[in-house]
Protein backbone atom coordinates (compact mmCIF):
# COMPACT_ATOMS: atom_id res chain seq x y z
CA UNK A 1 0.00 0.00 0.00
CA UNK A 2 1.89 2.94 -1.12
CA UNK A 3 -1.15 5.78 -1.04
CA UNK A 4 -0.21 9.08 0.22
CA UNK A 5 -2.44 11.13 1.82
CA UNK A 6 -2.93 14.58 1.24
CA UNK A 7 -1.74 16.99 3.38
CA UNK A 8 -3.48 18.10 6.48
CA UNK A 9 -5.08 20.88 5.75
CA UNK A 10 -6.70 19.85 1.96
CA UNK A 11 -8.17 17.26 4.60
CA UNK A 12 -9.47 19.90 6.58
CA UNK A 13 -10.37 21.74 3.53
CA UNK A 14 -12.42 18.40 2.42
CA UNK A 15 -13.82 17.66 5.94
CA UNK A 16 -15.06 21.25 5.88
CA UNK A 17 -16.39 21.93 2.01
CA UNK A 18 -17.11 18.36 0.98
CA UNK A 19 -17.34 15.78 3.57
CA UNK A 20 -18.78 13.22 0.94
CA UNK A 21 -15.35 13.50 -1.20
CA UNK A 22 -13.57 12.93 2.51
CA UNK A 23 -15.28 9.96 3.39
CA UNK A 24 -14.78 8.14 0.25
CA UNK A 25 -11.08 9.18 0.31
CA UNK A 26 -10.85 7.45 3.75
CA UNK A 27 -13.15 4.11 2.21
CA UNK A 28 -10.37 4.08 -0.58
CA UNK A 29 -7.34 3.82 1.88
CA UNK A 30 -9.14 1.36 4.09
CA UNK A 31 -9.91 -0.78 1.09
CA UNK A 32 -6.24 -0.17 -0.55
CA UNK A 33 -4.97 -1.54 3.32
CA UNK A 34 -7.11 -4.28 3.15
CA UNK A 35 -6.54 -5.13 -0.32
CA UNK A 36 -3.02 -5.05 0.23
CA UNK A 37 -2.70 -6.93 3.33
CA UNK A 38 -1.88 -10.97 2.88
CA UNK A 39 -5.11 -12.65 1.53
CA UNK A 40 -4.99 -14.66 4.95
CA UNK A 41 -6.09 -11.80 7.00
CA UNK A 42 -8.29 -9.45 4.51
CA UNK A 43 -11.30 -11.48 5.43
CA UNK A 44 -10.53 -10.59 9.22
CA UNK A 45 -9.47 -7.41 8.33
CA UNK A 46 -12.99 -6.52 6.51
CA UNK A 47 -15.30 -7.87 9.38
CA UNK A 48 -13.20 -5.19 11.53
CA UNK A 49 -13.85 -2.63 9.40
CA UNK A 50 -17.59 -3.51 9.05
CA UNK A 51 -17.34 -3.02 13.40
CA UNK A 52 -15.82 -0.01 13.35
CA UNK A 53 -18.13 1.22 10.49
CA UNK A 54 -21.03 0.15 12.53
CA UNK A 55 -19.46 1.77 15.45
CA UNK A 56 -19.47 5.08 13.28
CA UNK A 57 -22.93 4.57 12.13
CA UNK A 58 -24.70 4.36 15.40
CA UNK A 59 -22.30 6.83 17.60
CA UNK A 60 -24.05 9.92 18.23
CA UNK A 61 -20.92 12.42 17.54
CA UNK A 62 -17.63 11.75 15.91
CA UNK A 63 -16.20 12.16 19.93
CA UNK A 64 -18.35 9.44 20.95
CA UNK A 65 -17.66 7.35 17.82
CA UNK A 66 -13.31 7.29 18.83
CA UNK A 67 -14.05 6.69 22.25
CA UNK A 68 -16.49 3.50 21.10
CA UNK A 69 -13.51 2.53 18.54
CA UNK A 70 -10.75 3.50 21.14
CA UNK A 71 -12.69 0.88 23.75
CA UNK A 72 -13.19 -1.92 21.37
CA UNK A 73 -9.45 -2.12 20.86
CA UNK A 74 -8.60 -1.41 24.23
CA UNK A 75 -11.08 -4.97 24.77
CA UNK A 76 -9.75 -6.76 22.27
CA UNK A 77 -6.02 -5.98 23.77
CA UNK A 78 -7.22 -7.34 27.76
CA UNK A 79 -8.66 -10.09 25.68
CA UNK A 80 -5.58 -10.97 24.36
CA UNK A 81 -3.88 -10.37 27.48
CA UNK A 82 -6.04 -13.11 29.50
CA UNK A 83 -5.69 -15.76 26.81
CA UNK A 84 -2.11 -15.30 27.10
CA UNK A 85 -2.43 -14.91 31.36
CA UNK A 86 -3.91 -18.38 31.57
CA UNK A 87 -2.34 -19.73 28.76
CA UNK A 88 -1.11 -23.11 29.61
CA UNK A 89 1.53 -23.21 26.94
CA UNK A 90 3.88 -21.09 27.26
CA UNK A 91 5.11 -18.70 24.33
CA UNK A 92 8.00 -19.75 22.77
CA UNK A 93 10.79 -16.42 22.65
CA UNK A 94 13.40 -16.70 19.89
CA UNK A 95 16.69 -17.01 21.78
CA UNK A 96 18.29 -13.52 22.31
CA UNK A 97 21.18 -12.52 20.02
CA UNK A 98 24.55 -10.83 21.10
CA UNK A 99 25.04 -7.58 19.92
CA UNK A 100 28.29 -5.18 19.63
CA UNK A 101 26.93 -1.83 21.50
CA UNK A 102 28.55 1.34 20.08
CA UNK A 103 29.80 4.12 21.74
CA UNK A 104 29.06 7.65 20.33
CA UNK A 105 31.01 10.57 20.84
CA UNK A 106 29.11 13.03 23.55
Not at 22 to 43: C, F, T
Request: aromatic share 4%; net charge negative; charged share 25%.
Amino acid sequence: MNQVLPSFETLLKLAKQDPEALERLRQEHVNAAIDSAPEAYRQRLAGLQFQIDGIRRTSKTPMASCMNISKMMHDSLQNLKTFIDESDTPLEVAPMEAAKVLAFPG
